[in-house]
């Protein structure tokens, strides 16, 4: 099967690409979607302009583009238009974004602004229970980063970096404060500096907290390196 996948940099949407890899689908390219506003219902706003980097590494067709709207439908349209471009050159048999699938409103309107194109629409680890999902992602050695927080009790992990030992906190926090384990819904937004199928890695050396609000903020990164066992690339 000849894919594309919805790219945030985030811990989903990277195990969707691992899901695919073994899998063994043919994975076109990468769509990745660049928000001006923080308010879009679709896409990731934190450090998704960050995908470039990682596109690279994985050596993966990237398409980056941006939405300065905020509308479900208009959205999705954008997602639409470079499926429909892609299709001359790229052509794919479904578009799979990750997470379990409680994403709905992305999930609905990717689905309807593609079915005139005939292209399934689906969640890489739909039906999966989510925390088990995470588990998996991190003991498979990923370095998660959490870039975008939008809910009581998850300003403390804003910036901080996610590992199997305090997954239990976070599990925790979940539970008292009410949001879901996987951020599915819009909770918080991840980016992944390293894991099993990147030749390199990220390395954050500096980056500021934008804070909105006693419940929302994002990350914002000021300079990083690509780092491998010759080079390491500063990007500020």
Known sequence: MKVAIMYSGGKDSTFAIDHALEKGWDIEYLISIKPTRTDCYLFHFATVEHTKDLAKILQIPHILESCSVADPKKEAQIVKEIVEKQQKTSP???????????QETQLKSIQNALRPLGIEVFASHAGEEHDLV???????????????????????????????????????????????????GGYADTLILDGPIFRNKLK?????????????????????????????????
Do not use: R
Request: glycine share 8%.
């Open 92 to 102: 794919v048999n479904a578009v799979v974004l990750g997470g379990t699938g409680l």
């Open 204 to 236: 954050v050396d500096s980056f500021e907290k934008v804070v909105e609000d006693k419940y929302c903020g994002h990350v914002k990164i000021n300079k990083l390196e690509i780092l491998d066992k010759e080079v390491n690339i500063t990007k500020e």
């Open 134 to 184: 995470i588990e998996q992602i991190l003991n498979k050695g990923y370095e998660i980063m959490i870039t975008q927080v939008a809910s009581d009790g998850l300003m403390p992990w804003l910036g901080k970096t996610l590992t199997k030992e305090n997954f239990k906190e976070l599990k925790k926090d979940s539970v008292n404060y009410k949001f879901h384990i996987g951020f599915e």
